[in-house]
Structures are given as structure tokens and as C-alpha cells.
């Protein structure tokens, strides 16, 4: 006898995969990749079977070319942001919308800019 089955459903997503919906926190305003809440398994681990509540990180290409090779449609991060500074600039901004909205507290913009000037996103 078979198990019933049910329908997964997950959010609408812009063009990186990432989730439309929500407060969109640093990680996902100024992205470095793709966060998804959902993940499917490969093959021989059921494959094509939800782990639902794993998620997943799937990174942006550093550069164009890389993108372009991989079959990428997403940009790369230097096609975002050009440089590191970009990159920070880009944190930047979306802590400081956040903080005028009153979404995020003062002292956890601070901490989120300084992880992005520490990061090594587009550091060479």
C-alpha cells in the first residue's frame, strides 16, 4: 500500500533564487549566493527528495567568465559589485534602509558592516 502524498510548495524567488518575500536581511539584500529554506537530495541519497528544513547556500561565480563557463544565469560578483568596495558599499546600504525602518537595531548594523569590510568577497 503507498503512502499518500502532498504537494511541497516554496516561495517566489527573484532572478538569483532568492526568496521575494520577507524583511530581507544583508546576507540576502546585498547577496553572495543563493539561500534557499528548502534543498533536494542527489542521487543515490533519494535522489530528487525534499530535505525540506536543510536549505542550502548555493555562491554567485567570483567573475563573469566563471559564471559563463558554468552555465550561471545568475550575475557574478563582479558583476554586482565591481570590487570589494562595491561589495561593502551594497552592505552598506541595505543595513542603513533596514535601520531607517526600524528593522534592525543600530548595533547589529554595525556588526554587519564590519563583517563586510573583514570579508574576502572580491578581495584579490
Do not use: C
Not at 524583511?23 to 549566493?33: C, D, F, R
Amino acid at each position: 500500500m503507498p503512502y499518500p502524498s502532498y504537494t511541497n510548495f516554496v516561495s517566489k524567488v527573484d532572478a538569483d533564487g532568492n526568496e521575494v518575500a520577507g524583511i530581507h536581511l544583508p546576507p540576502v539584500a546585498a547577496p553572495t549566493g543563493t539561500y534557499t529554506g528548502w534543498a533536494l537530495r542527489a542521487a543515490p541519497f533519494a535522489e530528487n527528495d525534499g530535505g525540506e528544513s536543510a536549505g542550502q547556500y548555493i555562491p554567485f561565480k567570483t567573475t563573469k567568465a566563471e559564471r559563463i563557463t558554468a552555465g550561471d544565469a545568475r550575475l557574478s560578483l563582479e558583476e554586482r559589485y565591481g570590487n570589494h568596495n562595491g561589495y561593502v558599499e551594497a552592505v552598506t546600504k541595505a543595513v542603513q534602509n533596514l535601520v531607517k525602518n526600524r528593522l534592525l537595531l543600530p548595533e547589529d548594523a554595525t556588526s554587519y558592516i564590519s563583517e563586510a569590510e573583514q570579508s574576502n568577497v572580491l578581495q584579490h
